[in-house]
């Protein structure tokens, strides 16, 4: 089945450092990716999203791309800020699973002055 | 309502005890979804509703679980007999067929 694997955590970066949280799944066909993020006390909130192969997401300053070959869709960060800290959360929807996603287990990051 | 809705936030409960959990949706959002989250774990599907069609249960740990929905509107999610392995937070998500879910804050559920 469709499964999706993030890397261990807990991040510890100060600000203005290159974050990268790896993430790597296995599906049939051609799923659709994507991270969430959940800031303290909130619900979790898509952050941005890829839906074929080589596309590349982004918002917020965040980047990700699809890449089939070695199944990943890693996020990215030029210059990491403070409000940044959060837990992110790689996701997948499969070809034939419908609306349903499958999350990875959620890397927390935490942002230091 | 601006976004989706869970209540009560917090729930400590005795081992056996039933509890019910209440998710309202966004309005007119049709797909409405339960996650479950244990601590230091990944979201794991419990249960999807998409408007009139029967739910998807595939995700419900044993029969203890269950989880109605009427129309679009409210759904809850009961739990029989709590086990302390039951303890985690409980998620809800609504959405419209295709696009991103909406989370909810969630129900942080503490079996005693």
């Known amino acids: 089945g469709d499964s999706v694997t993030q890397m261990e955590g807990p991040v510890t970066l100060s600000e203005e450092a290159f974050l990268t949280i790896n993430c790597t799944y296995t599906?049939?066909?051609?799923?659709?990716l994507f991270w969430y993020v959940q800031y303290p006390g909130e619900g979790l909130q898509l952050l941005l999203k890829?839906?074929?192969?080589?596309d590349k997401g982004s918002n917020k300053g965040f980047e990700a791309t699809y890449r089939k070959e070695t199944t990943s869709f890693h996020l990215e960060k030029g210059s990491v800020q403070v409000s940044d800290s959060a837990v992110y959360f790689c996701?997948?929807?499969?070809?034939?699973?419908?609306?349903?996603?499958?999350f990875g287990e959620g890397t927390q990051l935490t942002v230091n002055p | 309502g601006a976004g989706v809705s869970q209540s009560p936030s917090n729930k400590v409960t005795e081992k056996g005890k039933d509890v019910e959990l209440r998710c309202d949706p966004i309005?007119?959002?049709?797909?409405l979804y339960w996650y479950r989250q244990r601590l230091g774990q990944g979201l794991e599907f419990l249960i999807y509703?998409?408007?009139?069609?029967?739910?998807?249960k595939s995700g419900l740990p044993s029969d203890r679980f269950s989880a109605e929905r009427t129309g679009e509107s409210v759904s809850t999610l009961t739990i029989q007999r709590t086990q302390q392995e039951d303890s985690a937070v409980y998620l809800c998500?609504?959405?419209?067929?295709?696009?991103?879910?909406?989370f909810g804050s969630g129900t942080r559920l503490t079996v005693v």
């Open positions: 599906a049939t066909g051609y799923p659709s």
């Open positions: 509703f998409q408007g009139n069609s029967a739910p998807d």
């Open positions: 998500a609504s959405s419209l067929v295709g696009y991103g879910y909406t």
């Open positions: 996701a997948l929807r499969g070809e034939t699973s419908g609306s349903r996603l499958t």
């Open positions: 309005s007119g959002h049709t797909a």
């Open positions: 890829a839906t074929k192969a080589d």
